[in-house]
Structure formats: C-alpha cells, structure tokens
DNA sequence: GTCCATATTGCAATCGATTGCATAATGTCA
DNA sequence: TGACATTATGCAATCGATTGCAATATGGAC
C-alpha cells in the first residue's frame, strides 16, 4: 500500500478539535453527540481531505474484518457462478468484502485456505466445498467461526445449511421417464462422500422404488464432465437394457452425452437423459437438457443472508434452508423405444 | 469475529521473553536473531497455543493488507469464470487474497466498490470492467492505487493490461470464412465503448478490406445473449444477402443463434456463425460453435502475476500483454450456399 | 581475569480508529 | 448570579504486531 491517505488526526488539526470528535462525527451512530456546527465542518473537511476511513485500523479495534470467505471447490464449474452471484450481491449489501477461494478437494488444501483467511481475521465463511462428514467443518467450529453451509450438506447437523431438496428433485426426474414410458432407468451418481452425490443416488433408489422397480447406479469419481463420461462407458458396458439416465449433475450430464455419442447412441432416441442443476447454457446444448432446475442465485443470497444475521447477534440455532427444485423438459428425454 | 484467540503476548509470557523476541521468532525472516533453544521454545509454544498471526494488526503496521480487489462486469458470464480461476489461483500463491465484486457496468457503482476496498485498504485493483476511456482507472491513478486491466483494455497507455490479440482474432474469423467461400459477411459487435467491442470492429472491417470485401456492422447494446439476439434480429431485417456472421463474444454468437431460429434459418446451412472466447460448453451447443480461443485461464494468471510483481518493488513501466488467440472450428460454419 | 566484538534481548514507539470516563461548556430556572 | 442538569469535548488507553535503538549477554583472544 504504502500511499499517503489522509487520518482522523489530519482532520482533526485542520478543524481545531480532538481526534476523537472527528471520529464521532463521521460515525452516523455517533453523530448526534457532536454539535451541529462542528460535526458540519468536520464532514466538510473529511470531504475536501478525500478521507477514506482504515478499516484495518478500526477493525481491529472493533475485533472484527468486515470480510467473509467463501470456498468453492472448483471455480471452473459453471454451476457456481450463480451461486457466487447471489452470495457477493447480499454480502455487499450488507457491509462485508467477500474473499473468494478455489479450494479443492482435499481437506488439507482447503484447511491451509482457511487458516490464511483466520489470520485475515474473516468474520465468518460460506462453504460450498463440504463432504458428508467434513474436516474443515470441524476445524472451524473448533476455532468459533461462523459457517454456512451452501449447495452441500453435513450428514451431521453442526452447522446451518442451504440446499435442495435433491429428494424431491430425484423425484421429479424419474416420475417424468416414467410418464414417458421409461422402466430401465440408470444413475450417474456424483462422488457419495458428498451430500449432492449420496442424497440423489438414494432419492433416486427411492423414487424408483416407488415405482416397484430398481435403477442401476454407478459413482462418478468427481464432479466433472470426464467423470460422468467414463462413469456412462462403464454403466453401458455393464447394462444393456437402459433406455434412461439420470445424473447427478449437469456437467455428468454432458459426460454422458460425451458417452453416448462415442458409443454411437443418439440422445434422446436411444437413450434418454435427465441432468440436475439447470447451470447457464444447458438450453442450448444439444440436445437442450431436460434438468432439475435449483434457484442457484437465491441459494447463495440465502446463504449470505444467514450468515450475515447470525454475525449480527442473531440466533446462533442450526437451520437448513431446503429450496424446492423444477423440473425443465427440453429435448434430452423422449418416448421410451419399448413404448414407441 | 470477537473469538478469543491466542497473541504474541501470551506466547512471551507462556515462555518468559519479551514479546518483539516472540515476533523475531516466527518470522523466517528475523529468525536468526533468535537464538535456537529460545526460538524452538517459542515455535512451540505458538503451535501449542494455535497460534494463528493477526493480519489485521501487522498490516495495519507495514502500511499493507495483503488484499487484492478483483472487478468483474457480471460475475454470471461463464468468460468470466476461468479468467477469475486464473487470477484467485496466482494471487493465492503470492500470498494475497482476492475480494471479489461483481461491479456492473455503471462507473458509480465501480467507483462506490472501489471506495470500499480503498477502506479495506486493498494493496491493489485487477479490473475486468473498463471501457475505453475508464472513469474508475482515473480515479484509481489519482489515488496511487495499482491497476492491471484484464480482458479489456483502455485507448490510453495509463496502466498495464493482459489483452488478446483481437486483430488476428478477426482476422482468424473472416479468413476462415472466406476459404468457406462466404462474401456477404456481417459483425454482431459488442459495445463500442469497451476495448473489446470497438477493437473487434475494427478488426473485422481491417480483415474484410483485406480480401477487397466491406462488411456490414450492427452494434450490440451489451455483451449479453438478448442483446446479442436483437442486434441479429435488427441486422438481417437490414440484409438480404448476408451468409456468414461474426459476433464479438460467444453470449452474442448465442443470441445470434437465438435469432436464426426465430426467422427458421438454420446455422450453418443458411448462415454460419463464428464466436469469441470459446467460453465454457461452447462444444456442446448445437450447432457445436466455431469460435476463436482466448486463453483465459492464463489471461488470469498473467494479470494477477503483474500486479504481484508492481506490489514488490518491480518496474512500474506500463506494459501490454497481447496473447495470441487460435481458431476453434467446429460445426457453427460450413461452405458458403453461393458456393456449394 | 580483562577486553573487545558480536549476538541476543528488551524497550518504547508506531500504525489509525474507537470509546469509557472525566472535564468543560452550555442552557435553564429560581 | 448561582445551582443544577444536560450536552459537548478531550484524554488516555486499547486493539496486536513490528522494529530501530539501547542495553545486556556471550564468546573468543590475550
């Protein structure tokens, strides 16, 4: 930095009063116990001085930051984009910086992320990065840092949440096959040491349940679009009867369809296929993926705004805030052949 | 934050020496005043006690904060995402931490978000937000704050930049259409009062000139896919004879395509299309787009490694980084009708 | 043991904003 | 004018880390 800025202390030798007086006056909280006249000249003064208060300096004072850290395990991912949106837009409404961090996977990465964030003093964190049963969790809760969680879940109930009904959404993606006819139905599952990945593979299991039948399901090693392809190679050389697919995200989705084209099988004539997220774009690809659309920008506004409440005093009491998802019917899925 | 956490204070007093000993101890740099037992005594203390350095405290003192504010005009266009990756990724191993705001357009509200990243002290700016004769970039140089433009670039020499080369971009586009015989060719250009607009235009007229040929230009109001789609609608309501469309970035080649459907033509058969950037999924659309390849990910990580370098005492010297871009041809271009 | 050079450590101040409490100033009323 | 209550302002300390300089300790040579 290193670049002269101009103190309270300059204002205050420029108006003939304390220190502590210019400070009073430019805090609106403050501002009635300074007289009018003075508080006038020193507003002035602060002005044509261009003052921009240090809030390094008052932040340690206060035991404070003003800044939150947000990880997000792969900021490549068009799924977050959205969600980076909805949490950056709430927390500068709020008052608070958001420092962003592309975190990974692994828990030791991400915990050497967070002690540089500890030593930055952030006042608090929004994880998008958490396994089932999260090391990083545990180390924040260790230290008192305020956490929210957004897109993923705990299995245990530690820390407050954001997420999707990803029950209901798994519902929704196979009762829609079904009305078309389909009955072997496949999962692409995503990585099952991740809420997303273990809530969808059972809501799935379930939903097909429902329906008195049995899906069959394949684990993707990762959240990525060559994770879900190599998961389909895998799926259809195991299987021959599947007619549907259901995967866990929308970058498994364009995997399989990756998948699908290598085995020369057409989308959705041979094999029909249901995504989950509705990221950008997923109307223009082809074929335009039918998905279960989440409201990824109001999930991370939600997330801000429970954290920026429980740093306001609020109740510190654990909640999970559970979005109801849609499904979108695009060209990804048709008539089952058996019922053609 | 008010977390009780351990200072260098109770190190000192939980091994008997003074603090500034505790301080020299810790710091690789100031170690060897130490001396060894004193210093490993130390060492473990701090480990013991978790001892996690207040950032705030200590760059309130060395006049810095270790924190780099990042602008982007809109943090949902998937361009943006690697180019972020980039820059969070160097940034992080320098030892800075990004904030992140999604700026907008407007030079008010960039101008009310700098202001408060001047407040965090920020030791520098990377800016993905200018137009061609930046309000923000001068209120920045007023204040001796370090900028580097990333993605867009000013008319003037006032500060450093990462740019691509968009004249050879154009060039890549037009010439590749003219071996597919196309002659009518027409622009979809991003605004004008961006570098990125106004360069390609130029780019596209000086590509077109080049083989005896004048092209048809019709600006788009914003680099959004609507704004895209309306300026396509407006241009071939213009044109008759227009086969083959260059558009300044992918989101406005999507709004083109938008538009073709809309009027039942059909990309390529009746109108090819060539993008810009080869932003995320842009080989999945259909048709799959030609479009000419920025490296965005590493646009992201020269920046972030120029201003690190300005940070450390390196030159000052205003310097222009011009990356090469390459053509991506995939299925969005295809022989002129007139030819085949 | 003495002297000198070097290494080690502590002291006090700094960075800039905030605030509890004491002091000073002001206004009202008799 | 004096007494009292209220308002306004200044003082001194705090937050936690860093560092120039002075003081102290240590080691080696004679």
Redesign the pocket.
Known sequence: MNRP??????I?DAT????????????P??R????????KRIVAQAAALD????????N????RSDLIGVLLPDIANPVFAPILGGITEVLSAEGYAPIVADAGNASSQQIAFVERLLSQRVDGLILATVSQDDELVGFCIQRGLPVILVNRSEARDRVSSVVSDDDMGMRLAVDHLIGLGHRHIAHVAGPLSTSTGALRRDGFERAMSHHGLRGVVREAIGYTREAGEQAAIHLLAATRDVTAIVAANDLLALGVLDALKQRGLRCPEDISLVGHNDMPLMDVVSPPLTTVRIAHREMGRIAARMLAEQLKGGSPEIRHVILRPELVVRGSTGNSMFWR
């Open positions: 800025t101009t103190t309270i202390k300059q205050a003939g009063v304390h220190p502590s007086t210019v400070s009073r006056a430019l805090d909280k403050k009635h116990l300074v007289a009018d006249d003075v508080a003052y921009q208060p240090n809030r390094l300096a008052a340690l004072r206060l035991g």
